[in-house]
T-cell receptor, first 112, second 113 residues
Framework: GEEVAQTPKHLVRGEGQKAKLYCAPIKGHSYVFWYQQVLKNEFKFLISFQNENVFDETGMPKERFSAKCLPNSPCSLEIQATKLEDSAVYFC??????????FGDGTRLSIL | GENVEQHPSTLSVQEGDSAVIKCTYSDSASNYFPWYKQELGKRPQLIIDIRSNVGEKKDQRIAVTLNKTAKHFSLHITETQPEDSAVYFCAASEPGGSYIPTFGRGTSLIVHP
């Protein structure tokens, strides 16, 4: 597609539950990025993929967060045992090699 | 790693005035500098970008300047309109490396009619 598609738009989970977010990158883009944006607007980088391979995961809190980009499937970001501080908007972006990132509409995750 | 500082954090202007947002970066290897506009509740959208082989780029009312020696770049918006109100983010990246841009903390631009 011509746009990065993220689902769901809004996800509500109780503290301790699992949350799974999806992202379909733009066709032909080889890089996928996940960011967390909290109230203060700052983008926190989580993880990036080059095709289905993890490229950089220095931002991932690995004990609860995991992500995948498998061939012919949307990419996913999964949070186990969610905490209140996980409440944020999670953006996915994709880019061609050396090109600008194109963002999805984000998934608003609310942990109650 | 790269560190990007963005100023001001909030900018309030009257319609028709110009607005300037400034960013500095620390990694001299960075060579790609995009600017994103994010309206409330929406996705960040690329509005202009510049690569290190040029010093200035213009697109209608928006321009970006880059000073590689001083490691700073700026976004200039002329004849501002209320619809320019949004949060603007600068970023710096080194496409030859990890491709991961480092973002500034954002500038909330408010254009008063």
């Amino acid at each position: 597609g011509e746009e990065v598609a993220q689902t769901p738009k809004h996800l509500v989970r109780g503290e301790g539950q699992k949350a799974k977010l999806y992202c379909a990158p733009i066709k032909g883009h080889s890089y996928v990025f996940w960011y967390q944006q909290v109230l203060k607007n700052e983008f926190k980088f989580l993880i990036s993929f080059q095709n289905e391979n993890v490229f950089d995961e220095t931002g991932m809190p690995k004990e609860r967060f995991s992500a995948k980009c498998l061939p012919n499937s949307p990419c996913s970001l999964e949070i186990q045992a969610t905490k209140l501080e996980d409440s944020a908007v999670y953006f996915c972006a994709s880019s061609p090699a050396g090109g600008a990132q194109h963002f999805g509409d984000g998934t608003r995750l609310s942990i109650l | 790693g790269e560190n990007v500082e963005q100023h001001p954090s909030t900018l309030s202007v009257q319609e028709g005035d110009s607005a300037v947002i400034k960013c500095t970066y620390s990694d001299s290897a960075s060579n790609y500098f995009p600017w994103y506009k994010q309206e409330l509740g929406k996705r960040p959208q690329l509005i202009i970008d510049i690569r290190s082989n040029v010093g200035e780029k213009k697109d209608q009312r928006i321009a970006v300047t880059l000073n590689k020696t001083a490691k700073h770049f700026s976004l200039h918006i002329t004849e501002t309109q209320p619809e320019d109100s949004a949060v603007y983010f600068c970023a710096a990246s080194e496409p030859g490396g990890s491709y991961i841009p480092t973002f500034g903390r954002g500038t909330s631009l408010i254009v008063h009619p």
